[in-house]
């Protein structure tokens, strides 16, 4: 009797099982009319697996889900399977190569490939994150088959079935030639693999992806409070936020009145001489003006700003040699404004993160209350101290204009380009 | 003789082997003045695991990295333990939930730790993609609780060793109450899992957290002096003057 099978067809997981069967003798079909999305979230399926993914197994024993442990189930039940080694030593580097194979490969693999197809958000940094760790692998996995010819042994056991399947996606899909040329004896083992009667059986003719997957639309957008977009998809967004932007706003108002009843200690600087300045005002014309951003928000900045009110800053990472990883510095500066919270009602600030490469530059412009830094954000934000500030001087033209560029993301900026623009408001 | 694990002391994954080796009766010792970055780079290192992560096992039959591996190597040490299952579908239901708790659970854990603790990007949407993918992965293993003590059969096995580590990481860094108190049979289960003896020995006194990881930053603010600050108030009062 045949074991089903719940599975579309073409799927790499599914291919783990189909695969083993193929090398055990053992039956096992694809379940009949399967349909991705809709017969996994019936409740029959999620009796069997509650998550409602695919691959599943049906035993007669019961179901079982999960590719890896479907394809060790289907491996036990032919008795000494070579497939599964043949001694303690044996099962553990087989199984320490499926969980390589699971954790380091396919998730690297995973983290590429599936944002591109739009089912998750799609970010750079992220991306460049994975194919970093990625390679990492691929290269530790290179080392290792520099050597050998299977992950285990003399012949090919479960590990390098299941190692297969996964680097089948990043081949056909993500892993162009210029791209595993770096790990020759990873390639060698693939085309190996994908070449044996059992697999191709199950898999068919590879071709190698000839360029990465096409980035998608996404299908299901998510809405994130403040999206930490790049540079590039900065000027789009600022196009498409006008709606959105009043929203968060109106919320944002909504807090701060409900806060205001309550018995607080009142921070000094409301306790400063009015001003004419309206600092929400500002933060609602820089984030509304989507065209002529010169002269409407620049423009308006300069008629509100207050120099009695309201002191503005320069400011200069004092470590930017140690900014040599993107992301890392990228973070460095998230961090840095995600801290600053707690000055959200006395300050607006720009971040820019200069050069298009190592080591990048993070320079800033800070609006103030006051005609000083306060000094809680000193106290409470240890970030400040990694800044070099410096006041600026509005009567001096160049450091007015140096205050209009960071304020507009101006690229080039001094002569670089900008990997991202992030703004605290 | 002890089979020697190398791994600094309080990672979730060296607790899957030790607790293993707790409820096996083998005897697993951490390698001396192990140094994270520095132990793990070293051509020896490198070669008992190309990729330099840890833990790594030293057996008499030679190393064996990835902590599920080692913990099912301990586990089989023993012969016929029940920590394994005993019978061909019970094996099944055993890989089945280590592989989700590895694949759905730790996974999506990871992306929502590591960015905060200053490993890799943190980029909000990214979070919420994780955040929203692990409460599916929860969700389903609250339902699987909802009925079953534990994961399969009416006893501990390997399984709930590894799920338990797992979400571990999660409760003492990132799932605050409220956050937990969405899957009552996974809190349940995890607070009865930690207070079992074989448990405890290893991990000590666990402690929900009670706020969600900070995002860190690069720099360690403690590294820098005193001082420091001074200088820059000092420069801050002279610039405004
Ligand atoms: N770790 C699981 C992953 C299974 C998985 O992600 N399956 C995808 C298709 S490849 C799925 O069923 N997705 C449907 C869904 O997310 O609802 C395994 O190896 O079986
Ligand atoms: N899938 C591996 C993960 C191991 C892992 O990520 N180890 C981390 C510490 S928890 C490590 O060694 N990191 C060092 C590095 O990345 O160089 C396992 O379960 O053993």
């Not at chain 1, 240890?382 to 507009?408: G, H, P, S």
Request: net charge neutral.
């Amino acid at each position: 009797m045949a074991l089903v099978l719940h599975a579309g067809t073409g799927n790499k997981n599914a291919f783990k099982a189909l695969i083993t069967a193929e090398y055990s003798g053992v039956n096992v079909e694809l379940v009949k009319n399967f349909e991705m999305g809709v017969s996994n979230k019936t409740p029959e399926f999620l009796k069997m697996n509650p998550l409602g993914k695919v691959p599943v197994l049906e035993t007669p024993d019961g179901p079982v889900f999960e590719s890896n442990a479907i394809a060790r189930y289907v491996a036990r039940l032919k008795a000494d399977n070579p497939l599964y080694g043949c001694s303690l030593i044996e099962y553990a580097h087989i199984e320490q190569w499926i969980d390589f194979a699971t954790t380091e490969i396919d998730q690297g693999i995973a983290r590429w490939f599936y944002p591109r197809t739009g089912y998750m958000p799609y970010l750079p940094p992220a991306e460049e994150a994975a194919i970093a760790a990625l390679k990492r692998s691929l290269g530790a996995l290179n080392t290792h088959l520099a050597n050998n010819t299977y992950l285990v042994g003399h012949s090919i056991t479960l590990a390098d079935i299941i190692m297969t399947c996964n680097l089948y996606l990043g081949f056909v899909r993500v892993m162009t030639k210029s791209f595993t040329s770096e790990f020759p004896h990873v390639e060698r083992y693939f085309w190996t693999m994908v070449n044996q009667p059992n697999v191709h059986k199950v898999v068919g003719e590879v071709k190698q992806a000839e360029s990465v997957f096409p980035v998608q639309s996404q299908k299901k957008p998510a809405q994130p409070k403040e999206p930490a977009k790049p540079k590039e998809a900065k000027k789009e967004a600022k196009k498409e936020a006008p709606k959105e932007a009043a929203k968060p706003k109106a919320e944002a108002v909504a807090e701060d009145e409900e806060e205001a009843p309550k018995p607080k200690a009142k921070n000094p600087l409301d306790l400063l001489p009015p001003s004419k300045m309206i600092l929400d005002e500002w933060k609602r014309l820089y984030s509304n003006t989507k065209t002529n951003f010169r002269e409407v928000a620049i423009g308006g900045f300069w008629e509100m700003y207050d120099p009695e009110g309201y002191s503005l800053w320069f400011c200069d990472y004092k470590y930017n040699d140690e900014n040599t990883v993107s992301f890392v510095t990228l973070n460095k500066v998230s961090g840095f404004l995600q801290r600053m919270d707690l000055a959200r009602k006395y300050a607006f600030g720009k971040m820019l993160v200069i050069g298009s490469e190592p080591p990048y530059k993070v320079k800033g412009l800070w609006l103030f209350r006051g005609k000083e830094i306060p000094q809680f954000v000193l106290d409470e934000c240890y970030d400040m101290e990694l800044y070099e500030w410096t006041k600026v001087d509005i009567t001096d033209e160049a450091q007015k204009e140096r205050v209009n560029a960071m304020i507009e993301d101006q690229e080039p900026f001094e002569g670089q380009a900008l990997l991202d623009a992030k703004c605290f408001k | 003789m002890a089979l020697v694990l190398h791994s600094g002391s309080t990672n979730k994954n060296t607790f899957k082997v030790l607790v293993a080796a707790e409820y096996c009766g083998v005897n697993v010792e951490l390698v001396k003045n192990f140094k994270m970055g520095v132990s793990n780079k070293t051509p020896e290192f490198l070669k008992m695991n190309p990729l330099g992560k840890v833990p790594v096992l030293e057996t008499p039959d030679g190393p064996i990295f990835e902590s599920n591996a080692i913990s099912r190597y301990v586990a089989r040490l023993n012969a016929d333990n029940p920590i394994y299952g005993t019978s061909l579908i019970e094996y099944a239901h055993i890989e089945q939930w280590i592989d989700f708790a590895t694949t759905e659970i730790d996974l999506n854990i990871s992306r929502w730790f590591y960015p905060r603790a200053g490993y890799s990007p943190y980029i909000p949407q990214a979070e919420e993609a994780a955040i929203s993918l692990l409460k599916r992965a929860l969700g389903a293993l609250n339902s699987h609780l909802a009925t079953n003590t534990y994961l399969v059969g009416h006893g501990i096995t390997l399984a709930d060793i590894i799920m338990t580590c797992n979400l571990y990481l999660g409760f003492i860094r990132l799932m605050t109450k409220s956050f937990t108190s969405e899957f009552p049979h996974v809190e349940r289960y995890f607070w009865s899992m930690v207070n079992q003896p074989n448990f405890s020995k290893v991990m000590g006194k666990v402690e929900q957290t009670p706020y969600v990881q900070p995002l860190q930053s690069q720099r360690n603010p403690q590294s820098k002096p005193k001082q420091l600050k001074k200088e820059i108030k000092k420069y801050l009062v002279k610039e405004s003057s």
